[in-house]
């Protein structure tokens, strides 16, 4: 009798302890927590919210801004680089998956197979990724140089006429391709490595013992192999790509014609030349509408890629 | 926010193993080799062995060429005078080395203040994002408090945003906080702060943290150290690894961004390195802009060559492994 009256006490203070501790952990937690927390509210959450609102709004920062509905697409819908913009960046972004998709999984391909000079030739690849990526893109402006630039004194080594690169039309895109490619291989090239690496080498055994040859085996195997690296990496740039922006801003200014804006720089110019953030805040939704389709793909791919090992 | 175009590393890396571990000799000798493509048996014939040495010459010399041959060209570029560099066919090797362009370079260029600005925006971001995205990934993994999983998704939700598409409200954010009502324009703050928000870093060391046993934390709570204690004294000491892939990602990330410092930090005297030399480009000599061009990339490349093994593994000790 007497024990079960004094069991009540002891139990509530247990569960007062815990209690205690659970506030003083969470206290503690989001004492640890604030830092990030505000981080993130001011740079990243808010600024989603922000560019939303930034849309739909017309504002020159003195009066209250206004809301005007759908005014902001239509003026950069009726702008006739929109449409240049959003080809160009299609366009780019293809190109760059042509050039910058598969010569990095050719190169890890082949660099595996070696045995020797490995150290450098990773070093090397993966070099100008580490050059600042306005120092690559001033570097090739000069090599692009139509007089004594380095490309055209190339050219005319194997007697192949000069190119105008950045100043024509119809180079001018591809010029800028070439510059991203260079800049980006590396990082490619070393995921496949580190993914080619994994692959058992029974399976490569057993498809040569069946009789399959070099190019069988890349393509039965080591594709096979690497399907999901392949797609993550896939997506991933197609989403890097399609903000290209620095290369038009540093290289072309988006000349000659309108044949190198693209929607990030366009919509730079709108926020920034032509003082319209509304107009540069609606490119910048639709660009976002479009990656987020990529994004969110990519997610659910790398998040399977991980469950399933 | 970082807004580099360079596709970032986003491949979820596995938690490299806790420290203390010894990188062990590799097995060297005929048969430890792991089997790949080509088999070992036919590269040791006469026929295979010509094959792969000439695979082998021709990659690397094409490699040289594609990716050393270009900075090669800088270094040399920078040494020419105009006259030289407008001369066709151009010449192989300089005719003087003339390093005086260096130092013209460094003091028209304010070279030297381009650096050090940068060198503050990368320590800082280095500082922020550590104590901040630490500390935060800890209190996730180990504290996890209420609605811990909630903060913990919508942290990760930002990476599926690519940075670029919020160039313009994050800038309007910088340029009058909301709230606090101040510019951050011109100050470091602007690069610092939104460097700390960085889903992929809390990601990457919450799972290291989550791979530390319970039983360690614990066995020092009992003790009675304190949550700040057990951090820096267990955690920090064996999240090495970890701390150092972040540590040197965010420095190079800060360290190689153009557009949001281009328009954070839009006085000459506040400029970035990349920034700076960019804007002034177009008034230089051609020598001269090449051999701010060469100074402006040793940084980076410098810390490359010694830091090669942390910056691959932050790259490549991906999920790939498993």
Same mark, same amino acid.
């Given at each position: 009798?007497a024990s079960t009256i004094a069991r009540p006490p002891v139990r509530r203070s247990l569960e007062q302890g815990a209690a205690r501790r659970a506030v003083g952990r969470n206290l503690t937690a989001y004492g640890f927590l604030c830092g990030a927390l505000i981080c993130f509210a001011f740079f990243s959450w808010y600024?989603?919210?922000?560019?939303?609102?930034?849309?739909?709004?017309?504002? /020159?920062?003195?009066?209250?801004?206004?809301?005007?509905?759908?005014?902001?697409?239509? &003026?950069?819908?009726?702008?006739?680089?929109?449409? +240049?913009?959003?080809? /160009?960046?299609?366009?780019?972004?293809?190109?760059?998956?042509?050039?910058?998709?598969?010569?990095?999984?050719?190169?890890?391909?082949? !660099? /595996? %197979?070696?045995?020797?000079?490995?150290?450098?030739?990773?070093?090397?690849?993966?070099?100008?990724?580490?050059?600042?990526?306005?120092?690559?893109? !001033?570097?090739?402006?000069?090599?692009?140089?139509?007089?004594? @630039?380095?490309?055209?004194?190339?050219?005319?080594?194997?007697?192949?006429?000069?190119?105008?690169?950045?100043?024509?039309?119809?180079?001018?895109?591809? +010029?800028?391709?070439?510059?991203?490619?260079?800049?980006?291989?590396?990082?490619? &090239?070393?995921?496949?490595?580190?993914?080619?690496?994994?692959?058992?080498?029974?399976?490569?055994?057993?498809?040569?013992?069946?009789?399959?040859?070099?190019?069988?085996?890349?393509?039965?195997?080591?594709?096979?192999?690497?399907?999901?690296?392949?797609?993550?990496?896939?997506?991933?740039?197609?989403?890097? &790509?399609?903000?290209?922006?620095?290369?038009?801003?540093?290289?072309?200014?988006?000349?000659? %014609? /309108?044949? &190198?804006?693209?929607?990030?720089?366009?919509?730079?110019?709108?926020?920034?030349?032509?003082?319209?953030?509304?107009?540069?805040?609606?490119?910048?939704?639709?660009?976002?509408?479009?990656?987020?389709?990529? +994004?969110?793909?990519?997610?659910?791919?790398?998040r399977?890629?991980?469950g @399933?090992? | 926010?970082?807004?580099?175009? $360079?596709? $970032? =590393?986003?491949?979820p890396?596995?938690t490299?193993?806790p420290a203390?571990?010894? =990188?062990?000799?590799?097995?060297?000798?005929?048969?430890?080799?792991?089997?790949?493509?080509?088999?070992?048996?036919?590269?040791?014939?006469?026929?295979?062995?010509?094959?792969?040495?000439?695979?082998?010459?021709?990659?690397? #010399?094409?490699?040289?060429?594609?990716?050393?041959? =270009?900075?090669?060209?800088?270094?040399?570029?920078?040494?020419?005078?105009?006259?030289?560099?407008?001369?066709?066919?151009?010449?192989?090797?300089?005719?003087?080395?003339?390093?005086?362009?260096?130092?013209?370079?460094?003091? $028209?260029?304010?070279?030297?203040?381009?650096?050090?600005?940068?060198?503050?925006?990368? *320590?800082?971001?280095?500082?922020f994002t550590l104590a901040i995205d630490v500390t935060a990934a800890y209190a996730l993994s180990k504290l996890r408090p209420l609605f811990g999983k909630l903060i913990l998704g919508l942290m990760l939700a930002t990476l599926? #945003?690519?940075?670029?598409?919020?160039?313009?409200?994050?800038?309007?954010?910088?340029?009058?906080?909301?709230i606090?009502?101040?510019?951050?324009?011109?100050?470091?703050?602007?690069?610092?702060l939104?460097?700390a928000a960085n889903g992929f870093f809390i990601f990457l060391l919450k799972r290291f943290f989550d791979s530390i046993p319970r039983e360690l934390l614990e066995a020092a709570e009992i003790d009675g150290a304190s949550p700040v204690r057990i951090l820096w004294s267990i955690v920090l000491p064996v999240s090495r690894?970890i701390l150092?892939?972040v540590?040197?990602?965010?420095?190079?990330?800060?360290?190689?961004?153009?557009?949001?410092?281009?328009?954070?930090?839009?006085?000459?005297?506040?400029?970035?390195?990349?920034?700076?030399?960019?804007?002034?480009?177009?008034?230089?000599?051609?020598?001269?802009?090449?051999?701010?061009?060469?100074?402006?990339?040793?940084?980076?490349?410098?810390?490359?060559?010694?830091?090669?093994?942390?910056?691959?593994?932050?790259?490549?000790? *991906?999920?790939?492994?498993?």
């Amino acid at each position: 009798m007497a024990s079960t009256i004094a069991r009540p006490p002891v139990r509530r203070s247990l569960e007062q302890g815990a209690a205690r501790r659970a506030v003083g952990r969470n206290l503690t937690a989001y004492g640890f927590l604030c830092g990030a927390l505000i981080c993130f509210a001011f740079f990243s959450w808010y600024p989603m919210i922000r560019e939303i609102v930034l849309s739909f709004q017309q504002t /020159n920062f003195v009066d209250p801004p206004q809301w005007v509905g759908l005014d902001n697409f239509r &003026t950069v819908f009726a702008d006739p680089a929109f449409r +240049s913009a959003w080809l /160009n960046t299609a366009a780019f972004s293809g190109l760059a998956l042509v050039v910058g998709y598969v010569i990095p999984f050719v190169l890890a391909v082949v !660099l /595996n %197979e070696l045995r020797h000079a490995k150290a450098y030739l990773r070093f090397v690849v993966y070099l100008p990724v580490m050059l600042p990526p306005a120092v690559g893109v !001033l570097l090739f402006k000069w090599f692009y140089d139509p007089g004594a @630039g380095l490309f055209n004194q190339i050219l005319d080594v194997f007697r192949i006429p000069p190119l105008a690169w950045l100043d024509s039309t119809s180079t001018a895109l591809i +010029s800028l391709v070439i510059v991203s490619t260079w800049m980006n291989l590396g990082t490619g &090239t070393l995921i496949y490595l580190a993914a080619l690496q994994s692959i058992p080498g029974d399976l490569y055994e057993s498809a040569e013992l069946d009789g399959a040859g070099l190019f069988r085996r890349v393509w039965h195997v080591t594709v096979p192999q690497t399907k999901l690296i392949l797609l993550v990496m896939l997506l991933l740039q197609i989403v890097a &790509t399609m903000q290209v922006f620095i290369e038009p801003y540093l290289l072309t200014g988006g000349g000659p %014609e /309108n044949a &190198t804006v693209t929607v990030a720089y366009l919509m730079y110019q709108y926020a920034f030349n032509f003082g319209d953030f509304g107009g540069g805040g609606a490119l910048g939704l639709m660009l976002m509408v479009v990656l987020i389709v990529f +994004s969110a793909f990519y997610l659910r791919v790398s998040r399977d890629n991980e469950g @399933g090992r | 926010m970082t807004t580099t175009l $360079q596709p $970032q =590393p986003v491949l979820p890396a596995t938690t490299p193993e806790p420290a203390r571990s010894k =990188p062990k000799k590799k097995a060297k000798g005929r048969g430890y080799e792991t089997r790949t493509l080509v088999s070992p048996l036919s590269l040791r014939s006469w026929h295979g062995k010509l094959i792969y040495w000439t695979v082998l010459v021709v990659v690397v #010399i094409g490699f040289t060429l594609a990716f050393v041959f =270009p900075l090669y060209w800088m270094v040399t570029g920078a040494l020419k005078s105009p006259d030289e560099l407008a001369q066709i066919p151009p010449s192989f090797f300089p005719k003087e080395y003339d390093f005086g362009v260096y130092a013209e370079a460094w003091n $028209q260029l304010q070279l030297g203040v381009f650096l050090r600005n940068t060198a503050l925006y990368a *320590g800082g971001a280095w500082l922020f994002t550590l104590a901040i995205d630490v500390t935060a990934a800890y209190a996730l993994s180990k504290l996890r408090p209420l609605f811990g999983k909630l903060i913990l998704g919508l942290m990760l939700a930002t990476l599926m #945003i690519p940075p670029m598409v919020l160039l313009l409200p994050t800038y309007l954010v910088a340029k009058d906080v909301p709230i606090f009502g101040f510019s951050l324009l011109n100050t470091p703050w602007a690069i610092w702060l939104p460097a700390a928000a960085n889903g992929f870093f809390i990601f990457l060391l919450k799972r290291f943290f989550d791979s530390i046993p319970r039983e360690l934390l614990e066995a020092a709570e009992i003790d009675g150290a304190s949550p700040v204690r057990i951090l820096w004294s267990i955690v920090l000491p064996v999240s090495r690894p970890i701390l150092g892939v972040v540590s040197i990602l965010s420095v190079v990330t800060v360290w190689k961004d153009f557009v949001w410092p281009l328009l954070v930090l839009p006085e000459t005297d506040k400029m970035s390195i990349s920034v700076g030399i960019a804007s002034l480009s177009a008034q230089m000599p051609q020598n001269v802009l090449i051999a701010s061009l060469v100074i402006a990339s040793l940084p980076t490349i410098l810390v490359f060559f010694l830091f090669q093994r942390s910056i691959m593994a932050g790259l490549t000790a *991906g999920s790939l492994k498993g």
